[in-house]
């Protein structure tokens, strides 16, 4: 079984950075998805970020392009995998309960962005609060 662990949340002021990490256990081949999503109170959740092994890609949502950055990093063959975002110059905007998020294959886009049902599986979400 796959298994998402995210860590990292926590207290930030506005322009300030924090970086998430997720631990992904249960992969065994270079053929996954992990992606960040984040759900603010009252809102739907959304897709943040998004990387493949497959080819590469990553995906941004418009409201964080140039301010965060996801990175991964794998280990013991795939077996674990260790997906990263840097989040930059942080906003208050930015406060949300983050989640990751993985499926194997390469990951679909919408005119929405990165839907949070083409996943599969789910870690426990990290809060992140920005401060004015």
């Known amino acids: 079984d796959v298994q998402l662990q995210a860590s990292g949340g926590g207290l930030a002021q506005a322009g300030g950075s924090l970086r998430l990490s997720c631990a992904a256990s249960?992969?065994?081949?270079?053929?996954?998805?992990i992606g960040w999503f984040r759900q603010a109170p009252g809102k739907e959740r959304e897709g943040v970020s998004c990387?493949?092994?497959?080819?590469?890609?990553?995906?941004?949502?418009?409201s964080v392009e140039g301010r965060f950055t996801i990175s991964s990093d794998n280990a013991e063959n795939n077996a674990k995998v260790t997906v990263y975002l840097q989040m930059n110059s942080l906003k208050p905007e930015d406060t949300a309960v983050y989640y990751c998020a993985g499926k194997f294959g390469s990951f679909m886009t919408t005119a929405m962005g990165v839907d949070p049902e083409d996943m599969d599986f789910w870690g426990k979400g990290t809060l992140v609060t920005v401060s004015s």
């Open positions: 249960g992969y065994r081949y270079n053929d996954y998805s």
């Open positions: 990387i493949s092994s497959v080819d590469g890609e990553t995906y941004y949502a418009p």
